[in-house]
């Protein structure tokens, strides 16, 4: 079939899926209700449905009182033993595949279990309406014309007593249909590999040649694929080597601290850049539309979402459904999924921009956030204020991480970064000054430890030598996949070791 056609055919197919999701936006309550309960019906003789009781359950009230809260931690044990080959513990069908968590800089591993459904009907589902989405809103679009630059798959899969574990994006990639491949570069082989920088040298040996019509993967790190296609060519952009590149399907870390990079790098009028929200555990949200920074929830996953309103350190913990959120509130996100995670609490939070359809913004991790006196300081805040200040000083920052300076005896409290700059700014103390007045114009409770330096004083800022936050993550071995820095963290611990690097 002539290369044209299949486009044409295939964007038609992937277009009806629309009215599926338009059946989610207009009842979202109704779909939310029915996927709860049939994950309840299937799952009511496993050892946890029959530990709680799921057949009595008749409503989420129900619900709520009788399932009790799970992070990692509670459930470590029973997932050890499904590893180990014992079923039936947290959902009725064969578990074999475990996606071993990236983690930051905590050395333990999660394992989360990927059941069947989670495959089929959460994640490659998920795959398809990106491709929906986007060919809904540009009808033009020639994006299945070429291949998709995937970048992915940071490990190899392994063996564990006839259950495997691996990197998520390797697991999706090994249960692929074959015809995938033929659309996708690199190829599994190359995508599998364990090396990081091996294999980043036979991505770009590979996928040079190819026509690649869209990108997906990781910002921090399909920038560093990116600079060593510019450095393997010779090209100023990426649009020189690719014309043909229409989209770029991003996710796992903030986009707006990359944003004025990829901006340079795709210099094509029309380029789009779309944001997915997924992780080891689910996928859930999609942007729904062309030049957006929110995401639409999406509800027929498998997954039933409940959110508590986010306060750091706060014991009141508040559960609500979706049909209570407010718009302007930071959650953090609580999930019941078809891969047997009950109450799931995923260490994520969010924040509604609108109810109907529900649209979100991801605001950063319940872990990482500073709070040290008080100031409550998230990642929403913080990038918030770094791409104001960048946009004012014609800056760009390709990394970055902060950390509280406790008090002493003689010396009051203070925020320390240490960014590292693509583009720095003229003057460094200028931007310095700049940046803690737009964390106070964000934040009103650091804005209140900051007043007349009555609890904090002026945030200090460190500029990274180049390649700092790529070496610790080497020296981490955590180079690639789905492996990130922290951004803010309570600890000094993570900051001490990238200045002690800092030569």
């Known amino acids: 079939m002539p290369i044209p056609l299949f486009n044409s055919i295939a964007s038609w197919i992937l277009k009806k899926r629309i009215h599926q999701i338009e059946l989610f936006i207009k009842y979202p309550h109704e779909v939310q209700e029915e996927l709860l309960h049939n994950l309840l019906s299937k799952a009511h003789q496993t050892e946890i449905g029959m530990r709680y009781g799921f057949e009595s359950i008749k409503n989420y009230d129900d619900f709520k009182n009788q399932i009790p809260l799970s992070n990692y931690e509670s459930i470590e044990s029973q997932i050890k033993r499904c590893r180990q080959g014992t079923q039936n513990i947290f959902w009725p069908t064969p578990i074999k595949w475990f996606a071993k968590s990236s983690g930051t800089t905590n050395s333990k591993s999660k394992f989360i279990p990927v059941s069947a459904e989670a495959l089929e009907d959460c ?43 691996g990197d998520l994006s390797a697991i999706i990639i090994q249960n692929l249909p074959f015809w995938a491949e033929l659309s996708s570069t ?100 999609i942007q729904d539309r062309n030049n957006s920074d929110e995401l639409l929830l999406m509800l027929d996953y498998g997954i039933f979402y409940e959110f508590i309103p986010f306060q750091p350190n706060s014991s009141d913990e508040k559960i609500i459904p979706l049909s209570e959120v407010e718009i302007g509130i930071n959650y953090a996100l609580i999930i019941t999924t078809n891969a047997g995670l009950w109450r799931y609490q995923i260490g994520d939070t969010i924040r509604f921009t609108c109810l109907s359809p529900y649209r979100i913004k991801v605001t950063g991790r319940t872990k990482h956030h500073i709070n040290a006196f008080g100031e409550e300081l998230i990642i929403d805040n913080a990038e918030k204020a770094l791409a104001k200040v960048c946009a004012s000083t014609q800056s760009i920052i390709s990394n970055y991480t902060a950390a509280p300076i406790f008090m ?17 700014p003229v003057n460094l103390d200028e931007f310095s000054t700049m940046l803690d007045l737009a964390i106070q114009n964000e934040n009103s409770d650091y804005e209140a430890k900051r007043y007349k330096n009555m609890t904090l004083q002026n945030l200090q800022i460190h500029k990274a030598r180049k390649n700092l936050f790529y070496d610790w993550l080497r020296k981490k071995k955590k180079l690639g996949g789905q492996n990130k820095v922290p951004r803010l963290s309570n600890s000094r611990k993570l900051i001490e070791e990238l200045l002690e690097m800092n030569l």
């Not at 309406?129 to 540009?138: E, H, P, Q, T, V």
């Not at 630059?149 to 007593?161: C, H, K, Q, V």
């Open 123 to 165: 994640h490659y589902k998920a795959g398809k309406d990106m491709l929906s989405l986007y060919f809904n809103n540009n009808e033009d679009s020639q994006l299945l014309t070429g291949k998709c630059l995937r970048l992915g798959g940071s490990s190899e899969l392994y063996n564990n007593n006839n259950s495997y574990f």
């Open 186 to 285: 690199p190829s599994n082989k190359t995508s599998l590999m364990a090396e990081w920088e091996t294999k980043m040298k036979a991505i770009v040996e590979e996928s040079i040649p190819e026509k690649v019509t869209s990108l997906a993967g990781i910002p921090s790190w399909m920038m560093v694929l990116l600079q060593n296609v510019l450095e393997e060519t010779g090209q100023q952009t990426i649009t020189d080597i690719w014309p043909n590149a229409e989209v770029y399907f991003h996710g796992g870390v903030s986009f707006k601290p990359y944003r004025e990079l990829y901006n340079k790098l795709f210099p094509k009028n029309g380029f789009q850049f779309y944001e997915i929200y997924n992780a080891s555990e689910g996928f859930f949200g």
């Open 408 to 424: 002493k005896k003689s010396t009051k409290g203070a925020h320390e970064w240490i960014i590292e700059f693509e583009k720095a």
